[in-house]
């Protein structure tokens, strides 16, 4: 073999290392064990073994997923310092790499630097208001709320077309703006909160559609309601409650896991200005399935030359949880149920749908390229022996099926929804059960919280972890 | 292989190798110096804001008129809460620093600690009164009261579209007699920064 030919086949060799996807060993190496090792486990192994388990190109998600821990463990210093890691990670990488993106045409999306979805972007800046608010930290807390503002504008400014808003980190912005006594900009949230809603797939909690009548008829806005064609409650006694004594308790509850995403892999052959013949795994119900397309003429190849062909696609995978809804005890009185406040698996479908076209684009046309250039390089190693050229055959296609890769990158430890309920209380100590269950009743978790002081006009608020 | 393919290899290696420092290099600037990297709030902002407002605020009539009344006695300053109503997390405890100090080296009023550290202060009061010699204790009752308190806030507004960003920041600072709660001095200061961000590299 010559040395060109050698040079080739390390080349490829070294793409085949390189481009291991670390997302799905990531979700086996430290998601799955969460419930058995513990947050501390698990954060001390992302540190440990973070190039193997993240690599350079995942730096946000392994700041994200760090600030969820720290979030979970309720040490919110901690949280806030990682999640504005990710935040700055996020800002630097405005600016895109022309190598890194040809990189990405010839091997798969996984050589990119990850970018965060929008979705998480928000569920961030959510996350980062309620360290700030549970630290008692209301100028933090603001600060986070006008950089979601500022982030939110430019989504918007990207792409007018999507949905880059969220309900829930508008109602938090609101009880900021409240907390900070600027009662017209928690008017506006409380607006935008009800926008979203209906913008997004859930629907409007009736807790939040309290508040958000009893802020604005405060702030003598309510006609910004109907507007927008929302019945208003014609009494808001939780709401009201809460003004006039300025104390409560806000448990929030974070349940199940989120959805996964996996690779649902295609393959089959590409007759040149024939058909296009694909095969697949159906990932729900393990079928293998088949269908077949028109093939247009590969540049290069003459009409019916058949090629091998095999490409990659993100799918979500849901996992089965065993947290459906929460329910809270406050000094052993009747037990509430905190209404679900966002819906991280339908933000994640939206953000699917969002992208589909484009991720099918680029597969396509990395899919194209690769076939020729495979093409091209079977040419340029063909020799007289029949035995050897059925090798380099052999050998560029199960390279090509190896580099090929879905880009599975996603925040590792969201929960898969967001619950939340306000409890007036009065100044003192107090006590508060929360059960995490499921969907049949049975008790998961039970998180008890002795001795909480609540301070006149105190707001605190409770975080209330069953990623299970 | 050629001796030229050899000769260009080992001079690839040897230039890779060169280069594969730590990345980081350390150079000590002046502390006064102006810097931008981010475009955030930075020490300069905090340093630069807190002089320019402190000589404004000393140079108006209403010090004049202080020393009058008081009988060319100056004025006691204390530095009430500093709001952060920006979109950083600016580190207002540094900014509180250079306006405190500002304050000291000007001359021209005395100042008192604020709530937080008198708290402090006291505590250790406290403790001497039960542990201290007598001839080193120090007596309660004896501290001074402010006559002014300084309190303000920062803000800022983002104006941005794609790459490029203006962040403006706007500090007010109110001095406020504390025995009839009249405003003696208002005072701001504007930052415009533009901030530029390539859509691109290689």
């Known amino acids: ?341 966002m819906a991280v698996d339908e933000e994640l479908q939206q953000n699917m749908d969002d992208e589909k076209t484009t991720t099918i684009t680029r597969t396509a046309i990395r899919v194209i390229l690769r076939t020729i250039a495979a093409q091209k390089a079977k040419q340029a190693m063909k020799t007289d022996n029949i035995l050897l050229n059925l090798i380099t055959s052999l050998g560029t296609d199960v390279a090509q099926t190896q580099i090929e890769q879905a880009d599975l990158r996603l925040g590792l430890f969201m929960p898969h929804s967001l619950y939340m309920t306000r409890i007036p209380v009065t100044t003192g100590q107090h006590k508060v059960v929360v059960t995490a269950n499921g969907s049949n009743g049975e008790t998961v978790e039970i998180f008890e919280f002795d001795k909480i002081n609540v301070t006149k006009g105190q707001k605190v608020f409770l975080i209330v972890p069953s990623l299970r | 292989m050629s001796k030229l393919f050899k000769v260009c290899l080992f001079a690839s290696l040897a230039f890779f190798i060169g280069c594969s420092d730590s990345g980081k290099k350390v150079t000590r600037i002046d502390t006064n110096s102006v810097t931008d990297l981010s475009g955030a709030w930075n020490d300069t902002d905090s340093r630069l804001v807190a002089e320019e407002m402190i000589n404004d605020c000393l140079g108006r009539p209403w010090y004049d008129n202080m020393i009058q009344n008081k009988g060319g006695v100056v004025p006691t300053v204390v530095i009430g809460k500093v709001s952060n109503k920006s979109h950083e997390h600016i580190n207002i405890e540094t900014f509180i620093k250079d306006m405190e100090r500002s304050l000291i080296n000007s001359g021209r009023v005395d100042f008192v600690a604020n709530a937080q550290e008198r708290a402090e202060l006291r505590t250790e009061l406290a403790s001497q009164a039960g542990n201290a010699t007598a001839d080193t204790q120090k007596q309660g009752g004896q501290e001074i009261g402010a006559d002014l308190m300084l309190t303000g806030t920062i803000t800022s507004i983002i104006d941005q579209e794609g790459g490029d960003q203006v962040v403006y920041y706007q500090v007010d600072l109110e001095l406020t007699d504390i025995q009839s709660h009249r405003k003696v001095w208002i005072g701001d200061k504007k930052i415009k920064k533009f901030i530029s961000k390539n859509g691109v590299k290689l």
């Not at chain 1, 009548?213 to 064609?229: F, H, I, N, P, W």
């Not at chain 1, 729900?284 to 009409?303: I, Y």
């Open chain 1, 1 to 341: 073999m010559s040395i060109k030919r050698l040079i080739l086949l390390a080349f490829s060799l070294s793409l085949l290392v390189s481009c291991a996807n670390k997302s799905m060993t990531r979700y086996e190496e430290i998601a799955q064990p969460l419930e058995k090792k513990g947050i501390d486990a698990t954060i001390k192994k992302m540190k440990d073994e973070q190039d193997d388990l993240y690599g350079s190109n995942t730096e946000f998600l392994y700041y994200f997923d760090l600030g969820c821990l720290y979030h979970y463990k309720r040490d919110f210093k901690e949280s806030a310092a990682n999640f504005a890691k990710a935040e700055q990670i996020y800002e630097d990488l405005y600016t895109k790499s022309v190598t890194n993106e040809a990189a990405a045409i010839v091997t798969n999306d996984n050589t990119r630097p990850y970018r965060a979805r929008p979705f998480e972007l928000l569920l961030m800046y959510e996350y980062q208001i309620l360290n700030y608010l549970a630290m008692m930290d209301v100028d933090g807390a603001l600060v986070e709320v006008k950089r979601s503002q500022i982030a939110m504008n430019a989504l918007y400014q990207k792409d007018q077309e999507k949905v880059n808003d969220n309900g829930l980190l508008r109602y938090l912005s609101a009880i900021v703006y409240e907390l900070d006594g600027s009662t017209d900009d928690a008017a506006i949230s409380y607006i935008n909160a009800v926008k979203a809603y209906k913008e997004g797939k859930l629907q409007l909690p009736e807790e939040v559609l309290e508040f958000v009548a009893e802020g604005l008829r405060k702030a003598d806005r309510e006609g910004d309601l109907m507007t927008l064609g929302t019945q208003v409650p014609g009494i808001t006694p939780k709401a009201t409650s809460i003004r006039e004594a300025g104390q409560e308790i806000i448990v929030i509850g974070y349940g199940g896991h989120s959805p996964i995403l996996g690779e649902l892999y295609m393959s089959g052959t590409f007759v040149s200005g024939g058909v296009m013949n694909l095969y697949y795994k159906d990932g729900e119900t393990g079928e293998r399935k088949s269908f077949t397309l028109v093939a247009p003429p590969v540049s290069g190849a003459g009409n019916g030359e058949s090629f091998h062909i095999g490409f990659s696609l993100p799918e979500i995978r849901k996992l089965q949880n065993r947290v459906d809804h929460f329910e809270v005890s406050l000094d052993n009185a009747p037990r509430l149920r905190p209404e679900k406040v």
